[in-house]
């Protein structure tokens, strides 16, 4: 996998991942390959990453602060830098209906590589709430006045292409957090066009109408560049890099490989790959308040049922419990919290807040992903 890194993906639940600041691990071919540390200033704006070593050089002297940022080990420099010089960082994005890759590189140096799962279950939500709200219209009992159309006439995006598009802009501004990112790099994707349908190939196609937003949205802050796949099928064969065939296997060459060559097209470099090391993310699955369950309870109750928050604890915090150790927080009942392992499991639904301490908000889901032998 990586090796002589302060590279640390917290929560994982694979504890292999997990290794102290000066540890090594070692892929099973025993390659060796450097994982660069973030680093911000005072101010928390993104300077150029640093080596692992250096990082631990300041800890021990007290000049910088390590943090974790969504799961990456960074550090926070206590003084005013030497230098702010910063090279140009490209971000690489290779878009997907089930994976997407991310590569932040630079002319000398990859810094990470992120495998992405897509936000692809927002649209059977809305889809099921229609459909609920349409009953309770017609059943025979109290409601509320219906009110009108409130988004009629305005211009908007659906839930769902909103979502799935808005899922790669918030990797992009994580990024952002932790490095001078100056361009963007993205696979153009088109949709499937319909003969003589002009309204549906120009605007009418949900991939086409959210595209032109992500597009949009990027130019605001950082330079866009696009390439059709062809190019970057060009660029992969030219440099003898290969692509897995395994779409939904968590390896950098499922996706990243592709995303690294969007970013070696644009911000330029030797044509190695120096870094095949992964981080795996997944957008959370939150379910909101809705208004009840949808099948009535024991003696025709419908119970509330889902939301966020509960006496100011909040869903996917992560935390540190008495015997259970590093769990989070999924759902809130009448016993107490109900706790979750990293991986998933249910552990307990009735947890006390002075069993536990509260460490930080959890963004995504986190999983380890495997690398090759560069």
């Not at 970057?232 to 968590?250: A, H, I, M, P, Y």
Request: proline share 4%; hydrophobic share 35%; aromatic share 10%.
């Amino acid at each position: 996998m990586v090796a002589n890194t302060m590279y640390r993906i917290l929560p994982s639940s694979d504890s292999s991942w997990i290794c102290d600041l000066e540890g090594a691990i070692h892929n099973p071919k025993g390659s060796l390959q450097t994982v660069f540390v973030p680093v911000v200033d005072k101010a928390q704006n993104p300077l150029m990453p640093t080596t692992p070593a250096r990082a631990g050089k300041w800890i021990k002297a007290g000049t910088a602060t390590p943090f974790w940022c969504n799961g990456v080990f960074c550090v926070r420099l206590n003084i005013d830098p030497s230098g702010d010089y910063k090279q140009e960082i490209a971000v690489g994005v290779d878009p997907g209906s089930k994976k997407e890759g991310f590569t932040v590189k630079s002319k000398s140096h990859t810094y990470l590589n992120v495998q992405a799962d897509a936000h692809n279950k927002v649209s059977k939500k809305v889809a099921k709430r229609r459909e609920l709200r349409r009953s309770r219209r017609s059943r025979k009992c109290p409601n509320r006045k219906h009110r009108a159309n409130r988004l009629a006439n305005k211009v908007r995006i659906p839930a769902g292409t909103r979502a799935r598009w808005d899922w790669k802009l918030r990797v992009l501004r994580w990024f952002s957090k932790m490095f001078p990112i100056t361009h963007i790099c993205v696979e153009d994707i088109k949709a499937r066009t319909i003969a003589r349908a002009k309204k549906w190939n120009t605007s009418f196609s949900p991939l086409e109408v959210g595209k032109q937003w992500f597009y949009t949205e990027i130019r605001k802050r950082w330079k866009l560049r696009t390439l059709q796949g062809w190019q970057t099928q060009e660029t992969r064969d030219r440099l003898g890099l290969k692509k897995s065939s395994k779409k939904l296997s968590d390896t950098f060459e499922a996706h990243c490989v592709d995303s690294w060559c969007l970013a070696y097209r644009t911000i330029g470099s030797a044509g190695i790959v120096d870094n095949t090391v992964i981080f795996c993310i997944s957008p959370i699955s939150i379910r909101r308040r809705e208004l009840h369950r949808q099948n009535p309870q024991h003696g025709g109750k419908r119970p509330r049922y889902g939301g966020t928050t509960c006496d100011g604890w909040v869903k996917n915090t992560l935390v540190r419990h008495l015997k259970y150790g590093l769990t989070r927080i999924s759902g809130f009942s009448k016993r107490g919290i109900a706790l979750y392992s990293l991986g998933g499991k249910r552990l307990c639904q009735n947890a006390k807040a002075c069993d536990f301490r509260v460490l930080t908000r959890l963004n995504f889901d986190y999983r380890s992903g495997h690398s090759s032998q560069t």
